[in-house]
């Protein structure tokens, strides 16, 4: 008969263990398939840059690829309507500003509840919020625009992503701090929107600098103010709105993962660990820094208490803004 000693007994039941190990993770079968992130908003925004950064890394560590299908429509509702309903546990969303913290100040009914849901996962990015005119404007910063524009009250006009986008937000929390009368034209999505402020066809936005700082860059559009707190890297020569005489203003967008509440808790854990690693992480946090954007990948639980206090923030700034629904 065979004997074994102490030490190769525990020698070999701790190498069992580890064999065993990829046999019961992998036991669950999940993801058993693709994941599908959805982001609720047209191509050629700020959301589908950070949303392809974070797929793109989840999808090396999670066994499957994570592949994002733009959803435009409703400011993000049917995109928020869809996934709240979803039941196959391979279908995720990035929610952002309006999804989660302003539309349920703006429509009298919303299609889906974002405090019920939805699981928060991660606050994946948060990108600034740039003042842009066309370049013919006769205007050079946000001091001569805001002179101009109360020269010409209802005059000139803006773009936004739609209703309720952090663009739309942005612009009319600067309307407010200014005084200022200046005509919203929403449009679906960000892409669109910038297609026809350099043609003319619009005389100002805000947006997110990632979908921005190439066409600053390139002279077809002008930045007249960042909505950082202090000025940004990239545009070192952009004054920010607080630096222009607006004391305290800030303004940005977040991009966070989100699940239907009903994905069970193992399965939202894993998400977690990837989503967070994923954020945190080199590759994402050196593209997103190229497109001036600020990777997070905080925990679900601060992902959560962060959606809290945005909702409280902008609560008033609607209600004070009058912002309603597309008619």
Not at 61 to 77: D, I, R, S, Y
Not at 142 to 170: C, D, I, T, W
Not at 305 to 326: G, M, N
Request: with cysteine.
């Amino acid at each position: 008969m065979i004997q074994f000693t102490r030490r190769q007994w525990l020698a070999g039941t701790v190498a069992s263990s580890w064999a065993l190990k990829p046999i019961i993770s992998l036991a669950d079968g999940w993801p058993s398939k693709p994941l599908r992130l959805v982001v609720p908003f047209a191509p050629g925004g700020s959301s589908e840059i950070v949303a392809r950064a974070v797929a793109n890394e989840m999808g090396k560590t999670l066994g499957q690829n994570v592949f994002v299908e733009n959803k435009p429509g409703g400011a993000g509702n049917i995109a928020m309507q869809e996934v709240a309903h979803a039941t196959d546990d391979h279908t995720l969303i990035l929610g952002h500003i309006g999804t989660l913290a302003v539309n349920q100040f703006i429509f009298p009914k919303l299609p889906y509840d974002a405090n019920k849901d939805f699981t928060p996962i991660t606050l994946i990015s948060k990108v600034p919020s740039l003042y842009v005119v066309h370049p013919d404007l006769p205007v050079k910063n946000m001091r001569e625009f805001v002179a101009y524009a109360k020269s010409k009250p209802g005059q000139l006009n803006y773009g936004s992503a739609g209703n309720g986008s952090a663009g739309h937000l942005a612009f009319e929390y600067l309307k407010m701090a200014t005084d200022t009368f200046v005509l919203h034209v929403p449009y679906r999505g960000t892409g669109a929107m910038l297609t026809d402020l350099m043609a003319g066809r619009l005389q100002a936005a805000a947006a997110g600098a990632p979908a921005l700082l190439q066409f600053i860059k390139a002279g077809k559009l002008r930045c007249i103010a960042t909505g950082t707190s202090s000025r940004l890297p990239q545009l070192p020569e952009v004054a920010t709105v607080a630096e222009q005489g607006y004391k305290g203003f800030e303004m940005t967008q977040w991009y966070g993962l989100l699940a239907p509440s009903k994905m069970p808790l193992d399965r939202v854990e894993r998400l977690e660990k990837e989503a967070m690693a994923a954020a945190r992480g080199k590759v994402v946090q050196e593209k997103l820094s190229q497109d001036t954007a600020l990777a997070i990948g905080n925990t679900r639980t601060e992902f959560l208490s962060f959606i809290q206090q945005e909702q409280a923030r902008w609560k008033p700034v609607i209600a004070r803004a009058q912002i309603k629904p597309e008619g």
